[in-house]
């Protein structure tokens, strides 16, 4: 069973950065793709950056373009580098891993998940 961690958020002010961390236990990314999903509090997860494992690949929700860079370490970990952080950013951070290799917007398509870690982004 593949467990996944997340670490590197916390309190940060507007214009600043984090790196967010995932770290694959009882197994490895190889062969999936991986994305990085967030919950606001009193919203629905949403979908933030994926990578593919084939071409590396990155996709961005429009809001986080030029912003966050996502990147993985072969099959033991996927980073977010999130710099120019705004207050909307505010929310759990939650990495997955894809039950195929591309890295989808789809939540439906990843199989496990993180427990996700703060950010929390002040004015």
């Known amino acids: 069973q593949v467990q996944l961690v997340e670490s590197g958020g916390g309190l940060v002010q507007a214009g600043g950065s984090l790196r967010l961390s995932c770290a694959a236990s009882?197994?490895?990314?190889?062969?999936?793709?991986m994305g990085w999903f967030r919950q606001a509090p009193g919203k629905e997860r949403e979908f933030v950056a994926a990578?593919?494992?084939?071409?590396?690949?990155t996709l961005y929700t429009d809001s986080v373009k030029g912003r966050f860079t996502i990147s993985r370490d072969n099959g033991k970990a996927v980073y977010l580098q999130m710099n120019s952080l705004k207050p909307e950013d505010t929310a759990v951070y939650y990495c997955?891993?894809?039950?195929?290799?591309?890295?989808?917007?789809?939540?439906?398509?990843?199989?496990?998940w993180g427990q996700g870690t703060q950010v929390t982004v002040s004015s």
């Open positions: 990578i593919s494992w084939i071409s590396g690949r």
């Open positions: 009882g197994g490895t990314f190889s062969n999936h793709g």
């Open positions: 997955a891993r894809d039950t195929f290799a591309i890295g989808t917007m789809k939540a439906a398509d990843y199989d496990y």
